[in-house]
């Protein structure tokens, strides 16, 4: 059994910054790319923010110079630093992993259960 856990959403005001956590526990071998996405309401779910294994990131263009993806390998734990928070960032944010597993090195797609961050203007 795999998971993902998510912390460190709320409410903040517009300018404002909030630190998001995620992470993996279970039978785990490795973590491969983590990312963090969301959804805001009547909206699709997009990827804001991806991290490989090896520490290369990728953002989408509205993110860009605000957010800040990083993990711990050691602690199978990814985060988004948000900065510079904005109305529109509000949304449910998700947790997303590649993850292989110790049982017969299976791989794995896992989302966290989602945190609400709300920017009000």
């Known amino acids: 059994q795999v998971q993902l856990v998510e912390s460190g959403g709320g409410l903040v005001q517009a300018g404002g910054s909030l630190r998001l956590s995620c992470v993996a526990s279970g039978s785990i071998f490795r973590v491969n790319d983590m990312g963090w996405y969301r959804q805001a309401p009547g909206k699709e779910r997009e990827l804001v923010a991806g991290?490989?294994?090896?520490?290369?990131?990728n953002y989408t263009d509205s993110v860009k110079g605000r957010f800040t993806i990083s993990r711990d390998n050691a602690k199978t734990t990814v985060y988004l630093q948000m900065n510079s928070l904005k109305p529109d960032d509000t949304a449910v944010y998700y947790c997303?992993?590649?993850?292989?597993?110790?049982?017969?090195?299976?791989?794995?797609?896992?989302w966290g259960q989602g945190t609400q961050v709300t920017v009000s203007s």
């Open positions: 997303n992993a590649e993850i292989i597993t110790s049982v017969l090195l299976t791989r794995v797609t896992r």
């Open positions: 991290i490989t294994r090896s520490g290369t990131t």
